[in-house]
């Protein structure tokens, strides 16, 4: 359906659980604590799911938190695929222990991955995640291209961490055929909301100049796609700062909670648990209304600090 600013809203991303298995240093706190206690179950997911149809959702992405951590993703992943009018469904993941899993979600139909990974280097992984293993990675990587499902690599660069390996991701571009996504960071954990550790997608085309603008894939997407002379697969600059989207912006996200959030760097939020359990009608009214009335576009500034991390939103 369209808002009041004209914008075609029909993308959802679903966040399963704000529960994780690492802790990566710009998405959330070292020290909070997640439960699973108010994650909406499979039941509610369903009923929830045949309203955002009725209104004009055809493409899904299940997020979190890590929606590898909900032992009943492939039956979630089933559901969402039952319906003929979701065209794209795909998972973001931060990939361990995602390759065990893949046959199974593939077979339940899932048809794309975005894997986070944001170092090739084993230790500074392992730090900016606090814990992950990149073997484990690697090997999910290589089980969806042989899977041949499409594969997104996302990298948050920061300042003083990873910036130092862009070219050895634009080389993997280069080299197998991923898109290798750099995502400027947003003001969610503490270290989000430092300005000078964002590295602008302009200093990646200034530092390498053989990437030339591709024609974009999906006219809604955030990504500005960039190619090389003989790439496999594209680079594509996600540049939510530097260069805002909202104007395209096709997204409504529902948190694992059950709020519908018409903005990632928006605090306002529509509760639908109240509304699960009484009459179709008056939930689909309610949803209408909160995707009709999206915001403009997002605050995100360096004063701007989110109500909550980004695991609880969904990435
Ligand atoms: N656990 C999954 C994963 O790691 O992909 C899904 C959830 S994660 C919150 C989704 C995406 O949000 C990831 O690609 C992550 O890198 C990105 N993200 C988290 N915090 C961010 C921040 N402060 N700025 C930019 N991107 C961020």
């Known amino acids: 359906m369209r808002d009041w600013m004209g914008r075609d809203i029909h993308y959802l991303r679903i966040s399963l659980t704000e529960r994780c298995n690492l ?5 959330r706190e070292e020290t909070e604590y997640c439960q699973a206690k108010q994650e909406l179950s499979l039941m509610e ?3 929830l799911m045949r309203v955002f ?10 997020t979190g938190g890590e929606p590898l ?3 009943d993703l492939e039956q979630i992943v089933r559901m969402v695929a ?3 009018e979701i065209r794209d469904l795909s998972i973001t993941t931060n990939a361990q222990g995602l390759a065990e899993r893949l046959p199974a979600l593939r077979r339940a139909g899932l048809q794309r991955v975005n894997i986070s990974l944001d170092s090739l ?3 500074r992984y392992r730090c900016m995640t606090r814990g992950g293993d990149l073997n484990k990675v690697i090997n999910s990587i290589q089980a969806a291209v042989r899977e041949k499902m499409m594969v997104k690599i996302n990298v948050v660069l920061v300042r003083g961490e990873n910036d130092t390996e862009i070219g050895d991701f634009i080389a993997l571009a280069r080299d197998y055929p991923i898109d290798v996504r750099f995502i400027e960071l947003m003001p969610f954990s503490t270290l989000g909301t430092a300005d000078e550790r964002r590295v602008p997608g302009e200093e990646i085309l200034a530092q390498y100049p053989f990437l030339h603008p591709a024609a974009a894939r999906d006219p809604s997407q955030p990504a500005q796609d960039y190619s090389g002379n003989g790439f496999a697969g594209h680079v594509g600059l996600i540049n939510p700062i530097s260069h805002k989207f909202c104007s395209k912006c096709s997204r ?10 018409m903005c990632l760097g928006q605090d306002e939020e529509t509760d639908l648990r109240p509304w699960l359990y009484g009459s179709e009608e008056h939930l689909i009214q309610v949803i209408r209304d909160a995707i009709y009335h999206k915001p ?3 605050g995100f500034c360096s004063t701007y600090h989110a109500a909550r991390a980004m695991n609880q939103i969904g990435g």
């Open 45 to 47: 997911l369903t009923r």
């Open 23 to 27: 802790k990566c240093i710009y998405c």
């Open 296 to 298: 403009q576009a997002h």
């Open 82 to 84: 039952s319906f003929p």
């Open 53 to 62: 149809v009725e209104l004009g959702i055809t493409k899904v992405r299940l």
């Open 121 to 123: 280097d084993a230790a």
């Open 69 to 71: 951590v909900r032992k």
């Open 252 to 261: 409504a996200r529902l948190t694992s909670d059950g709020k519908l959030r």
